[in-house]
């Protein structure tokens, strides 16, 4: 059995039945994310892009000249873009991603726009240790970007564990930018996660077609059902699949048994307050020098520097 298939028995055997999220990205899971982001209700990317446009002078005076812009779940890197278009002298952007595919076709349109930049695309799980390549230009500094408010799909142990890898990617002055969801009305945070669409349901449900094309599983899509339900007090939206039915499934030659009922957990979305992300931060050696919202308030971007 291969680590990957060995961690997914080992989050299937638990008593709450668990898949990391990082299974709903094969091709189709990044482009429903993609879909994701532009639905009326997911505020955190309209957010993220308001902040971008309305502080680019100010982030790129703080990023300085000649940097390495290391970008962790670039995905389509779209508000990146914004940051592309007003660093012309980058020594190298690095877009890090698990989804193959699309990782490398969005590279490919980077590069046809900004024909001057050494973009070097990196296929990896930033969950464990990879290798970073070398521009062909010495970078001043590293900065580390992780837009999107993916830093929330992490329990704290490993958001805390996540944020130490990067400050040592960031080496000796460099820098993080990130973007971080808040605390808001549960309101609007539930409608962000149950569009009226259902496109966050199909995005849910991909990761068991994901798992039955890549990792020979056999779950019968139809007998599950998606749920998305924000708990306040923890500040978190609990993502889940919910089995319709008693049934068995098998991965990796192990059947599993689900009643009719139970969950399978795939995803929590930690929303923070500007205090909680900052002691955080500060925990994993980042000193928070800057912030940024929306108007609504709604969503940060932060630039971390280390302590
Ligand atoms: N940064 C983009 C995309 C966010 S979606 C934005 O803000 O719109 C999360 C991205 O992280 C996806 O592209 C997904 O493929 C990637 N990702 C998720 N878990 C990952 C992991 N463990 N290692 C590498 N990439 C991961
Ligand atoms: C990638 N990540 C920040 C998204 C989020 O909002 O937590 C993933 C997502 N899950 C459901 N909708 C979007």
Redesign the pocket.
Known sequence: MTRELEGIVEGLSLSQKTISPKYFYDERGSQL?DE?TELPE?Y?TDAELEIMREYVDEMTALIGKTASLIEFGSGSSLKTRILLENLDDLAAYVPVDISEDHLYASARKIRAEFPDLDVLPVVADFTHSFALPSPAIMPVKNVVYFP???I??FEHDDAMELLRVMHGEAGENGALLIGVDLQKDSGIIDRA?NDSAGV?AK?NLNMLRHLNRSYGANFDLESFAHSATYDENKGRVV?ELISQADQTFEIGNTEFAITDGETILT?Y?HKYTLEGFAKMASDAGFNVERVWTDAAGLFSVQYCTRL
Request: no cysteine; net charge negative.
């Open positions: 994310f994701i997911y955190l999107g408010s993916t929330g799909n996660y966050t995005f993502i995803e979305s």
